[in-house]
């Protein structure tokens, strides 16, 4: 697997799959949930209250991943994963990991051979990004190593000071 770091905006990302940082309720929200569902347009908000209609009516739990239309963003899908809220009290590195993991599965199960993720947990979530960079390519180097077909995974990240994290974990 072909890991590569971009800074910018995930929603101008030509791939087949964009992961989204949602929040459990699927409706959108501040941050990366925001920016895609804006520019997704409403095909991405009624692919989600069919979600919330059917499997996922108390939400989407932490740590798992779930798939819609990504209407009018240049890509096929959208994968939602909820993030966990960093604490300093309790480890939840597990959860945050378990997002990238599922994320991947997901995207096996769409054929899906270039994935876009954010940095997970790291805006309103509070996560250090640091850390979420550490957990981030950890766990997307150990399922490229040995369970997924995606071909590239691409960490689209909004500022320097996140690029710096991602690739100071690269080399």
Not at 117 to 134: E, L, V
């Amino acid at each position: 697997m072909n890991i590569t770091l971009v800074q910018g905006d995930i929603t101008e990302q030509h791939v087949d799959a964009v992961v989204n940082a949602a929040n459990s309720s699927l409706m959108g929200g501040g941050g990366v949930d925001g920016a895609i569902h804006r520019r997704g347009g409403p095909e991405i908000l009624r692919a989600c209250q069919e979600l919330r209609a059917g499997r996922y009516g108390g939400g989407l739990p932490t740590g798992q991943a779930v798939a819609t239309t990504a209407g009018r963003l240049p890509a096929r899908w959208v994968i939602h994963t909820v993030g966990p809220v960093h604490s300093p009290s309790q480890d939840r590195s597990d959860l945050l990991a378990s997002c990238y993991r599922e994320s991947l599965r997901v995207a096996d199960e769409l054929t899906a051979r270039t994935v876009a993720f954010p940095a997970i947990s790291t805006g309103i979530y509070g996560w250090p990004m640091d850390d979420a960079a550490r957990i981030a390519v950890a766990t997307v180097r150990a399922a490229g190593a040995s369970v997924t077909s995606v071909e590239e995974v691409r960490f689209v990240l909004f500022d320097a000071a996140a690029y710096a994290a991602f690739a100071a974990r690269l080399d």
